[in-house]
C-alpha cells in the first residue's frame, strides 16, 4: 500500500497560491506611486533595460518537508501507526547570475547556500507521546538554473514567472557517519524542479524583487535499509520546500 503523507498546512499548491495573492495584494497597488515617488516619470526600468546581463545577491526564508510514501510492509508492521514529515523553518544566502534572452526572457544561475530542517516523525499506536522523530538538519549547497519570463513593465515595476531546476548536495550530511547507523538515512544529493512568481522594482541603481517559490524533489532520497523498521516501512520520499527570496540585483 502506497500512502502520502504531509500536513495540510504545508501543501505547496496552497501556500504558492496565497503567496501570490498576498503579493498582489499589498504589493501591487502601491507599486505605481512608489515608481513615481522614486524617479518621477523618467522611469528607472529603462536603464536596466540596456543591460544584457547583471548580477545580484539573494535572501531567503524557506519551509521544507517531506512527501513519505509507505511501503507494502508498513500495514504488516505493528510498531508504528504512521509515519509523517513535519515541516521545519530555514534561510538561504546566494548570488544572482541574470543573461537577457530577448525582450521578456532571462536565463538565470543561482548558487544558494540554504540552512534546512525536515523531521521525520513515527507514532506508534495509541499514545502519541511515544512518538518518535527523525531530525534531519541539511546545509546545502544549490546550483539553479532558471528560465524567467517577464511581463511588460508598467511605470518601474513588472511581474514574472520562472521554471527551472536545480542540483543540490547536503554537505552537512550524516548518511555516511557511524553514529546514524540506527537512524532513517536521507542521501546527499537531490534533483528538483522549480517554479515560482514574484514582482520587479526598478529603482535608481538597483532591482528589488521579491519572489515565491515551489521546490520538488525528483529523486528517491531515501537510502533503504532492510535491518531497520522505520526504513522498512518506507518506499520513497521526496523533498519539497517552499522558499519566499529577496533579491538585489543592478
Request: aromatic residues 16%.
Amino acid at each position: 500500500m502506497t500512502g502520502l503523507q504531509f500536513s495540510p498546512d504545508l501543501k505547496p499548491a496552497r501556500l504558492f497560491l496565497g503567496a501570490v495573492l498576498l503579493l498582489a495584494g499589498f504589493l501591487l497597488p502601491s507599486a505605481p506611486l512608489l515608481a513615481q515617488r522614486a524617479q518621477g516619470h523618467n522611469f528607472n526600468y529603462k536603464d536596466f533595460q540596456a543591460k544584457s546581463y547583471y548580477f545580484g545577491i539573494t535572501l531567503g526564508y524557506n519551509q521544507s518537508d517531506y512527501r513519505i510514501y509507505h511501503s507494502s510492509d508498513f500495514i504488516l508492521n505493528d510498531s508504528f501507526s504512521r509515519a509523517e514529515s513535519v515541516n521545519g523553518p530555514g534561510f538561504n544566502l546566494g548570488i544572482v547570475s541574470n543573461l537577457k534572452i530577448g525582450q521578456y526572457f532571462d536565463v538565470r544561475f543561482l548558487p544558494t547556500l540554504s540552512f534546512v530542517e525536515r523531521n521525520i516523525r513515527y507514532a506508534p499506536p495509541g499514545d502519541k507521546a511515544l512518538s518518535l522523530t527523525r531530525r534531519i538538519e541539511s546545509v546545502f549547497v544549490e546550483m539553479p538554473f532558471q528560465v524567467r519570463y517577464k511581463s511588460v513593465p508598467y511605470h518601474d515595476f513588472r511581474l514574472f514567472l520562472i521554471a527551472g531546476v536545480k542540483y543540490v548536495f547536503d554537505v552537512a550530511s550524516d548518511s555516511r557517519t557511524r553514529q546514524a547507523a540506527g537512524l532513517v538515512k536521507i542521501a546527499p544529493t537531490d534533483f528538483q524542479f522549480e517554479y515560482g512568481a514574484g514582482v520587479q522594482f526598478f529603482f535608481p541603481y538597483f532591482i528589488f524583487s521579491p519572489e515565491f517559490k515551489v521546490s520538488q524533489g525528483i529523486n528517491n532520497v531515501l537510502i533503504f535499509n532492510d535491518r531497520l523498521e522505520q526504513s522498512n516501512i518506507l518506499e520513497k520520499v521526496l523533498s519539497r520546500t517552499f522558499t519566499i527570496s529577496l533579491h538585489f540585483e543592478g
